[in-house]
């Protein structure tokens, strides 16, 4: 079965450390993977987006995501973590082909506390 | 430069009533996608439409729910007869077009409560 997993409901870091979030995907043919961030207020902002080629992939506001086929994983990373990142992150997984909008497969989303 | 416009918010409903959900894709935007996020549940897609079509339905629940994308105006979402169960949260975004990779620009949700 086609699924997405993001292990951590919550997570807490503070201001200035460093944060990796975790995405597991069961995906039959070759992925395209997203990783979307939702601010309080805002509507879901694509970060960054893997297709093929590089597997580290660099997305906006300082964040990175890196493809693992081997562990079917594409955790999204960030050095140093801003107050302003506080948000809920979603990863997803389509197909790489047009028409891909409407068959991502979403994961539930991890929600990220920032102490200052 | 505005994004995706979704109002309202927040809708809450009787059971029984018609919710109504409005979307206003980004201007030069022609392709609209409804998704709905219920409880413990990643997003689905349900409807893509565009201009006055609705080109894919397949994730839409067969009774109750429908879409359209009028020429002029917004794309409407519509429940009747609402029951509990349609408490979720329902995003849209729009698109440029459908072709390969292309990103689609989502709006805020509106989160619609039955009571």
């Known amino acids: 079965a086609q699924s997405v997993t993001q292990p951590d409901i919550h997570i807490t870091v503070s201001e200035g450390a460093s944060l990796e979030l975790r995405c597991n995907y069961s995906?039959?043919?070759?992925?395209?993977l997203f990783w979307y961030v939702q601010s309080p207020g805002q509507g879901l902002q694509l970060l960054l987006k893997y297709f093929s080629g590089d597997t580290l992939v660099q997305g906006i506001k300082g964040f990175e995501a890196e493809f693992k086929r081997s562990q079917s994983s594409f955790n999204l990373r960030k050095p140093s973590v801003h107050w302003s990142d506080a948000a809920e992150y979603f990863c997803a997984v389509g197909p790489n082909n047009a028409g891909n909008n409407r068959k991502l497969i979403w994961g539930l989303g991890t929600s990220l506390a920032v102490n200052p | 430069n505005a994004g995706v416009m979704q109002n309202p918010r927040h809708l809450v409903r009787r059971r029984g009533q018609e919710a109504r959900l409005r979307c206003s894709p980004m201007k030069g935007h022609s392709h609209v996608y409804w998704y709905r996020q219920l409880p413990e549940e990643g997003l689905k897609f349900m409807v893509y439409l565009q201009k006055e079509n609705i080109i894919d339905e397949s994730g839409m629940p067969k009774e109750r729910f429908s879409a359209e994308f009028p020429k002029e105006g917004p794309s409407i979402l519509r429940i009747q007869q609402v029951v509990r169960g349609d408490s979720a949260a329902y995003f849209c975004?729009?698109?440029?077009?459908?072709?390969?990779?292309?990103?689609?620009?989502f709006g805020q949700g509106t989160r619609l409560t039955v009571v």
């Open positions: 995906y039959g043919a070759t992925p395209y």
């Open positions: 975004a729009s698109s440029p077009g459908e072709g390969m990779n292309t990103e689609a620009f």
